[in-house]
């Protein structure tokens, strides 16, 4: 109700603020006898973490994951599996200078107008920091869902573009880049976009792309909770998304239905995929793929003007540690947030309506 | 839990397919004591109709709502509102090409491959048919959120795009035209269009833009049910929408943050609004708006190979009244969805967390 | 959230008032393939019926059932089953009575305080007219769950008491008396009871015992929705009840542990079954067994005093046809609403967690 | 869905097992600007602590509550409360003589038979250690509901019972005596019935009374959801609890409605108070009052018949360190799960419908 829960059957709640003494969540409707590979969750949390290149946030998070029930030696139980993360930067003083002002475009004013209080810290609950939560639940998903593969990558930074459809790239070389566009050439433009964004105390949009592969058909449910619906929801949660958009998406308003209809094969796969592997809502067994728009984040490394939180006008230093451009380390977010919603349509769909 | 229910305090629960006996729903958690304007309810549902002018179907559908429990001499009572739409249609037995052959880009195949059996009759539950009943909550939606304006309009159709800003359109002229552009002069464009596609047997996409005005600061939940996420969850609900978008969306991809950043003037309001009035998930009290993309649907009255239910190639001839460009008709839908999602979080704000 | 909605998969929302146009609902989560028989739908809504006997009131209501949806050619599709029931007392006129005045332990006071404004014929919403939509949901439940054979029978009525065990009960005989007691000395107790209450112009209150067989071991959810709370919520929802109790019950409490502990079988039943089949929350394989208190409903046919809606004392006559005991036409109730419980724990475990 | 959560506004989810590292959960729902006194939550959990007297199990558990989110400077902010409590036991091996036989009437049969493993050490999820994290929650709620007192008392054990109406008792020595029942000469009969059952190293079952006071006028839901059934849903979800009864009770059968009606007084209060407080599902304004048996708990300390997860016969002898009669420490459980009701029904209530 309150916001903080995602899924329906294969469930998360997290609580913690940024600069709080944890983070943390439970995973809750996880089936027994799952065997968890749990270096595979730390991995995830890794690819999220800040401080991997140079063109992210230099900021400390360890982002050690523990967890705390729900496994009996390495196997899951079919109870709820807790979990918490330390706060490397609790206690930090680095804050004061947003406690009285509204950051532009950020959560500031929101929070103080709705709660009449906020954790001023780093951003508090607002803050990204709280994605970490959800890499941990979506490498357990990613684990439970065998057989579906998810991949997520950085198909634009401001305004280089990786115009290839996707199944002409090698998206196993992801990792190679800390940009995560899986094409070098690209890649390398995207890197050094980001650097000049950086020494400008500015930062950059960007967007991206996600494949999920083996995907059985009918996951999804009809009406108001259709896959794409719910794939929707999922990415629009995560910090700084302004757009979605799946298989044609926006570029399908130029079509014609006679163009734009998928044909069948005799296998039932169809010759042509504009629908992006989902149909009426539910999967067709084609691959899906959706595109996610993130903006350029709001903390620049410049003076701005702003209020304070008495209405007077006030200015902000740019301050801390920050990302220029925060697509690539948001690629494992959009992974979990997509292995979550899998996981539970998955599931849901042992119960066939 | 099974995709027939929208929203967490102010909720619809719908049933019915395009060909049974008829459609209807409950609509649950509307507050008593609000006198309902039920004239109003069946305007918006006329505006949804079929045969409204020559550029939509002229399938027929007279759509006369019956509301049949929670009202007390025109006031509502607090408990549901159970509501009925006869189908005129009912045991028509246009359908029965399609009986055993899935229609291209269609629900027909993965219905069948989920459930095992599907009600064929004009693609039974999956048929727009069923937003009928989304159009009479979200009137009485719309009627609970007083003094918070709601206004969708047509601002692409196939390749004419409406480019102005939607502070320099006059909105109150929107049904002037049946396109539903208040542009008089895209509006001819976009008719003109419309009526050569119809002629070729095809169909077109197109994009509905939706502005909410008068929304108090603080509405929306953090984290997973942000305001946006929310409001894109029922846009992409609607059948044939591809994509969603808010505020500066796909096109912040491009801007540097420190041009993206919505200022504050000292009133609270912000200089720009970039953020398209939500930040950290929560309404800033400026005006929201989002844009939707609708693919061209899928009934085209052309002769298309297809697949019979055995697997074998099979063919469809285009048969029947349908729209060749569904965006006119789909306004008061997006009106209606939008109307269900405020007055949700609405309500939940009363309860302040 | 209203309370209006009952069940997690297998779910049932209802609406309607006593004396408006109909009462309906819609169930949703029933699995597609279920051959469904109408007639033992309507049967056991005839059942619950009025007049069925001189020992039941003698209103009238036809309770003719009509499904609108989600079954094409008597199987279920999967989709949501909508389907109402007309009142035929609609617009009636003997409830001005009650208009201004409070009615002593009924509803009327509690909905007027609380919504500001009350349907005060025949009670509205509050009426025990609703659990009509109970049966037809548990009627379709019953078929859902072959193998499960739930089995209620009136158990007390006043002081008149059955007291034999279960297993020495014909429960076979149970339509052959009016009063739904299975032992036909008894029943003919309990009969000449209701006859003398009603002639006094006075009600009763009664129990009713319920077997459910067949149950397969693992039906239930740990903690918080332990098979058997959800059972005595179930229960608890039902008008005019007021104590729930299963296994040992409240005679529990003068047990000693090592007498009360159900020694295990070498074919894993057990040797007593004080548990009531359930154990930890999860049904364990025995017979689940509960017994419901209903008070003695608050309609008299005799003068008592009360207060109007501005606090002035005042009085009401009896008036109209009621049941001076409730439990015989409770019983199909208690039966549709374990049948909804059994149901939804039947299809949540297909999902092991 | 999966039963480790409760309430719908004021919620609660949690984690853990009997043995695991720690237990925990969050609050999710609790407004924000409610100033904390974390004294009284630890408190709180200080009642329901083993080891506080003699009659009650002398087992180690410091239950020592650590808050990690949702409070900053005392005040809560709107945002989830997640906290833990250590388990002391942790790695403990006094458990192994479980690991291979069913413990009767424990959940450890049907856990291993619906997840097809189970966490043995001390029951693990199935435990009632996991109350300890409702006791925190319910601390936290019945510093939200100010004004509204929650008393739980000792009113059985065994054949010992209270007889007085609650009104004639001073509940304010409730903690006078360590079995929680507060009158003096009773308690001390009650004590030494537990002296008597712990030496024959048997348990005894118990009765615990509940009076909430100070309810305003209109909490609560009709149909499925009122006051009463998620009442006794919450109790009958707490381990042990065999039967639940509000009001009049099951004493009630034996009443007749002239009786049992409760006859309005000018003021708006009724004379008498039969319905404990709630009328139609909703408040009526008087003191609600309930009742809640709990069974002689499982856990003896003598050699007892039983199966192993193959099916032998074998035995089990009793060991460890556990309560003879769980009453005295589960009333702080029945409070905290009250508090949880009402809460969450208080925060409904704001938005009326």
């Not at 913690?16 to 590979?37: A, Q, T």
């Not at 592969?213 to 700084?240: C, T, W, Y």
Request: charged content about 20%.
């Amino acid at each position: 109700m309150s916001g903080n829960s995602f899924g329906k059957i294969f469930t998360l709640k997290t609580y913690g603020e940024s600069h709080g003494r944890m983070i943390g969540g439970i995973i809750d409707g996880c089936p027994s006898g799952l065997k968890l590979n749990l270096k595979k969750i730390q991995k995830e949390l890794n690819r999220r973490k800040p401080g991997q290149s140079n063109i992210v946030t230099q900021r400390k998070e360890d982002d050690k994951v523990s967890l705390l029930s729900g496994i009996l030696d390495g196997v899951t139980t079919g109870t709820p599996i807790g979990f918490s993360i330390e706060n490397l930067n609790y206690k930090e003083n680095d804050y004061h200078h947003i406690h009285k002002v509204y950051r532009p475009s950020h959560a500031d004013f929101v929070y103080e107008k709705k709660y009449g209080i906020r954790d001023y810290r780093g951003g508090g609950r607002s803050s990204a920091r709280e994605t970490a939560t959800r890499v941990v639940a979506g490498a357990i998903a990613k684990q439970l869902i065998k057989g579906i593969k998810i991949t997520a990558f950085v198909s634009s930074v401001g305004s280089i573009h990786l115009n290839k459809p996707y199944h002409k790239l090698n998206l196993y070389c992801l990792e190679d880049t800390p940009v995560r566009c899986p094409d070098p050439l690209v890649a390398g433009k995207m890197i050094e976009q980001i650097k000049i964004i950086r020494k400008a105390g500015d930062t950059l949009g960007g967007v991206i792309s996600c494949i999920i592969q083996g995907v059985p058909v009918g996951l999804g449910r009809p009406i108001f909770n259709k896959l794409h619906a719910d794939l929707g929801e999922a990415m629009l949660s995560i910090n700084a998304v302004k757009g979605f958009e799946y298989g044609s998406g926006f570029s399908s308003v130029q079509m014609r239905g006679s163009a734009h209809n998928d044909i069948f094969n005799a296998n039932e796969t169809t010759k042509t995929n504009f629908s992006g592997g989902i149909q009426g809502g539910l999967s067709n067994g084609m691959d899906i793929y959706f595109r996610v728009a993130f903006k350029p984040i709001a903390t620049i490394m410049r003076k701005q003007n702003s209020i304070d939180i008495k209405g007077k006008i006030s200015y902000l230093e740019g301050r801390g540690r920050h990302d220029p451009c925060v697509v690539p380390r948001a690629v494992p977010i959009v992974e979990a947030m997509t292995a979550l919603v899998i996981a539970d349509h998955w599931l849901l769909n042992k119960i066939i309506f």
